[in-house]
Nanobody, 125 residues
Framework: QVLLVESGGGSVQAGGSLRLSCTVS????????VGWFRQAPGKEREGVAA????????FYVDSAKGRFTISQDNAKNTVYLQMNSLKPEDTAMYYC??????????????????WGRGTQVSVSS
């Protein structure tokens, strides 16, 4: 069993930054993967980035490269998503998730079985 709790969402103006945190409890071996996803109203949930808690591997979708950075604090079992140069189209509910197996699968929501409740990010123009 894996429990995930997100924090750090909020409202910012375009060009601003936010850092989201995902604290993981339960099965937290170093190859436990944590992925960040987002879902805007009326849209499908999409992957943003993923990382193993131990920092072994990181993955980004193309839209996140250059603006978003995923990092880990293994001692705190926490994975962060630093988001810079935010745009209104980044507005969404952001979720962290973990797959049932160790290691990071393809960043598709169907591959992740444990989910947090989400944290809202709103970017105004």
């Amino acid at each position: 069993q894996v429990l995930l709790v997100e924090s750090g969402g909020g409202s910012v103006q375009a060009g601003g930054s936010l850092r989201l945190s995902c604290t993981v409890s339960g099965n937290t071996d170093s190859r436990r993967c944590v992925g960040w996803f987002r879902q805007a109203p009326g849209k499908e949930r999409e992957g943003v980035a993923a990382s193993e808690i131990g920092g072994g591997s990181t993955f980004y979708v193309d839209s996140a490269k250059g603006r978003f950075t995923i990092s880990q604090d293994n001692a705190k079992n926490t994975v962060y998503l630093q988001m810079n140069s935010l745009k209104p189209e980044d507005t969404a509910m952001y979720y962290c998730a973990a797959p049932y197996m160790s290691g990071c699968p393809v960043l598709d929501a169907r591959n992740f079985g444990y989910w947090g409740r989400g944290t809202q990010v709103s970017v105004s123009s």
